[in-house]
């Protein structure tokens, strides 16, 4: 009797363990559960979020830190450096993610003012889909997409006027995401006459 007893208490066990699995298994799959980066990793395994641009820049939310995002900073990204021609330049990527900084990675979010000056090998980055295709024998212009993802986030995205000719290509052959500047000086120059921090990605 005994025996038969501790049987059943043993299945009984087993039948609900097995069904709280499936319930939490469920809730993880269900439709609107929100999925979060690095949730299936290890327990230290840092969250990435998105907060204003999508898909580019993940940040870390980190309330608590000592150093905050400021309402009011201004920013100047001088971008020279390139990378494939077949992806979005990894200096964009990072202007994405100054970008998320300042909308959710510290305790609430914060205004902030960014320009970016585009020239050397970042300067073809500012071609048209067409231009790029044409030149570069691709489909398109992979960084298009995130220049016009920064710009309706508030961010100004210009190319250097000199670096364009210097480069061979048409004025005319410039995305209209990407506005241009007599020279990447002028614009560096102007920034921080009103009051913006250098910031290079060389």
Not at 83 to 108: C, D, H, L, T
Not at 153 to 165: D, F, M, N, P, Y
Request: contains cysteine.
């Amino acid at each position: 009797m005994n025996n038969q007893v501790t049987l059943a208490t043993t299945l009984a066990g087993v039948l609900i363990v097995s069904v709280m699995s499936s319930v939490s298994t469920w809730a993880q799959d269900a439709p609107g559960h929100p999925s979060v980066s690095g949730a299936d990793g290890p327990p230290d395994a840092p969250a990435f979020v998105y907060p204003r641009i999508r898909e580019h820049g993940k940040v870390v939310r980190l309330p608590n830190a000592i150093e905050q995002p400021r309402t009011g900073s201004r920013i100047c990204v001088d971008v020279t450096a390139g990378g494939p021609f077949e992806e979005v330049n990894p200096a964009i990527e990072k202007v994405a993610r100054f970008v998320n900084i300042y909308a959710g990675a510290g305790r609430k979010p914060a205004d902030v003012r960014i320009t970016v000056v585009l020239h050397g090998d970042a300067t073809l980055t500012a071609l048209s889909t067409g231009a790029y295709a044409a030149k570069f024998k691709l489909d398109g212009n992979p960084n298009l997409p995130l220049f016009r993802a920064l710009k309706e986030a508030g961010v100004e995205i210009l190319v250097c006027g000199q670096a364009i000719s210097h480069k061979g290509v048409s004025h005319d052959d410039i995305s209209d995401t990407v506005g241009v500047a007599v020279s990447a000086l002028t614009v560096n120059v102007n920034r921080q006459m009103d009051g913006y921090a250098f910031v290079p990605l060389h």
